[in-house]
């Protein structure tokens, strides 16, 4: 295990830090964490460690509110305040256009605010399982909730349920995209 501090957050939601000189990409960090961190993966140029132990955490940290966060790949920033995590996609955009001056337009809610989803169906039985593309983009996550979209408790119960007696017959897999009219 190595003690490392976290310098910044990356497009993708990696912090970014160096080991014995070579960039580090590290999942579901936090700027400003002080970490032991465990190597993983070792490319030519870089390379991937994950969280051991977090020693100190970074102040702009929080617990997610998602409960499949780090399972599901939909969002990688919840860990992180509502100010930094706009910051970090600011930063984001200003690496990938060059271009300093983007403003910001914060939504009024921090969750709730998307305008729809788009879940993955697979055959299950005479209907479909249903489900966000997982971190590890192979499997399915399915969701029980997910404060982005909706703040209804009942939605994905329902969802699920109206989906196992969905016929199909004949298809394998398909995607579902759900809109919510308020937004």
């Known amino acids: 295990w190595k003690l490392s501090k976290i310098d910044k957050i990356i497009f993708g939601g990696n912090g970014i830090t160096r080991i014995d000189g070579c960039i580090t990409f590290v999942p579901f960090s936090a700027p400003g964490d002080q970490v032991f961190l465990r190597v993983i993966k070792k490319k030519q140029f870089y390379q991937v460690a994950q969280i051991e132990k977090i020693f ?8 997610p509110k998602c409960p499949h966060f780090k399972k599901c790949g939909g969002c990688q920033l919840q860990h992180l305040d509502y100010k930094t995590q706009l910051e970090a996609k600011k930063g984001f955009l200003q690496e990938a256009l060059s271009i300093e001056n983007i403003p910001i337009s914060p939504s009024n809610d921090e969750w709730n605010y998307r305008s729809n989803i788009r879940l993955n169906l697979r055959k299950e039985g005479k209907g479909f399982k249903m489900g966000y593309t997982s971190i590890d983009n192979r499997s399915m996550v399915e969701p029980t909730a997910c404060p982005l979209f909706s703040e ?10 109206s989906l196992l007696y969905l016929s199909s017959r004949g298809i394998h897999s398909a995607s579902l995209r759900i809109f ?3 937004r």
């Open 56 to 63: 100190h955490k970074g102040p702009d940290r929080r617990p």
């Open 152 to 161: 209804d408790p009942e939605l994905f119960k329902k969802l699920k349920a």
């Open 180 to 182: 919510n009219e308020d």
